[in-house]
């Protein structure tokens, strides 16, 4: 089958790093994005990864490891803003469907 | 900037009443997406669509179906609202470009629909 994991809750400090896990199944891969979703808005993009290796924007980087079915989203010096659900996304071969992860809510205290 | 819009930010509608729910996108994207969002449950694609007048069915179609009669526009439509369909509902686009599934897919702001 296709699956997506991740935890569904981490907290964590302002100024601090966080790491955010994403496991996944899937059949073939072409694929793999992370968004952002403040409560009660649209989920936003922030990366994708399609080959090994870590991507880096600003305080936010990506890894990805294909071999492991793996990925983690990396957030540096957190600020407040930052408190929001993070959505992992595989996309299978031959597909324009995403398949989601549950969420990661995160909260990021004084 | 992408920009996804939908109708209604929230909406109530009662049980067996018929819904439309609205999205329109102005970047000229081939594929357009209807989600449903629920706790502990994530995001599960309902319909899809790749072009005009063309659709396919996502994991949860059941009680649901779309129509695209423009390459902007794809409606979502609930033939006899149950509450169970009480959710938050996204709307999304993508450009088709080099290999299928590599496209960013872009969110509408969501509509929330009660169903009493």
């Known amino acids: 089958g296709q699956n997506i994991d991740q935890p569904t809750e981490m907290t964590a400090t302002e100024g601090a790093i966080v790491q955010i896990n994403c496991t996944y199944q899937?059949?073939?891969?072409?694929?793999l994005f992370w968004y952002q979703q403040h409560a009660g808005e649209a989920p936003t993009f922030l990366s994708y990864?399609?080959?090994?290796g870590l991507e880096e924007k600003g305080r936010f980087s990506s890894f990805l490891s294909r071999s492991k079915g793996y990925s983690y989203l990396l957030l540096k010096e957190l600020q407040m803003k930052d408190s929001a659900s993070y959505l992992c996304?595989?996309?299978?071969?031959?597909?324009?469907?995403?398949?989601f992860g549950t969420g990661t809510r995160l909260k990021v205290l004084a | 900037d992408v920009k996804v819009t939908q109708s209604s930010r929230y909406l109530v509608k009662r049980t067996g009443e018929k819904v439309f729910l609205e999205c329109v996108q102005d970047?000229?994207?081939?594929?357009m997406f209807w989600y449903r969002q629920d706790p502990g449950l994530g995001l599960r694609l309902i319909y899809f669509?790749?072009?005009?007048?063309?659709?396919e069915k996502g994991d949860i179609p059941e009680g649901y179906s779309v129509s695209r009669e423009k390459k902007e526009r794809f409606s979502l439509i609930l033939e006899s609202a149950s509450t169970n369909q009480t959710s938050m509902y996204l709307c999304?686009?993508?450009?088709?470009?080099?290999?299928?599934?590599?496209?960013?897919?872009?969110f509408g702001p969501g509509t929330r629909l009660t169903v009493l």
């Open positions: 669509s790749y072009d005009v007048k063309m659709k």
């Open positions: 970047m000229d994207h081939e594929n």
């Open positions: 899937t059949s073939g891969f072409n694929g």
């Open positions: 996304a595989a996309v299978p071969s031959g597909t324009y469907k995403y398949i």
């Open positions: 999304a686009s993508s450009v088709i470009s080099g290999s299928v599934g590599t496209d960013t897919q872009y």
């Open positions: 990864n399609v080959l090994d």
